[in-house]
């Protein structure tokens, strides 16, 4: 090696094999809150849900707007857990990383990470939109009714 060449990184083989093991597990955590995600999305974007909670109309472009949001969402989860995994397999593979490849594991392992805490964000706060609240009429712990 000449002087003014740089000397080439150390190829990481716990960064690819940790990223080949936690994709998999990501993915699976996304896929098993697949229902959360439909029934926020499907909620909150809902024009009459929407009329009916804040008094807002939705025109049609937002609504197709938001469908297009979704949908490019869903389409790079499975988009960014493939490549994130045949990236990090490949690597492992050959015991050295091309020129950017750990910066795309690494942005994929992230982006599934954020996606998968996104979902159980979600799921909280279905739950606290279907806690009920006590009313006037229901009795309190005691037995007795707030109203008196």
């Known amino acids: 090696m000449s002087l003014g060449q740089a ?59 938001t469908g297009i949001v979704v949908l490019v969402i869903s389409l790079a989860v499975p988009v960014a857990g493939t490549i994130g995994e045949i990236a990090s397999l490949l690597a492992l593979d050959d015991q050295a990383a091309a020129p950017g490849t750990e910066t795309v594991v690494l ?7 954020l996606t998968a805490t996104w979902g159980t964000f979600l ?19 005691t037995g007795k009714s707030d109203t008196g």
């Open 107 to 113: 942005v994929t392992t992230i982006f599934l990470l």
């Open 7 to 65: 000397a080439s990184p150390a190829f990481n083989s716990l960064f690819y094999g940790a990223t080949a093991a936690v994709i998999p597990a990501l993915f699976i955590a996304i896929a098993v809150q697949g229902s959360a995600y439909n029934e926020f999305f499907s909620n909150f974007f809902d024009a009459a849900d929407m009329q009916k909670r804040w008094g807002m109309n939705v025109p049609a472009r937002r609504q197709t707007a």
């Open 123 to 141: 799921q909280f706060l279905q739950s606290a939109e279907e806690t009920p609240k006590p009313s006037q009429d229901q009795p309190t712990r």
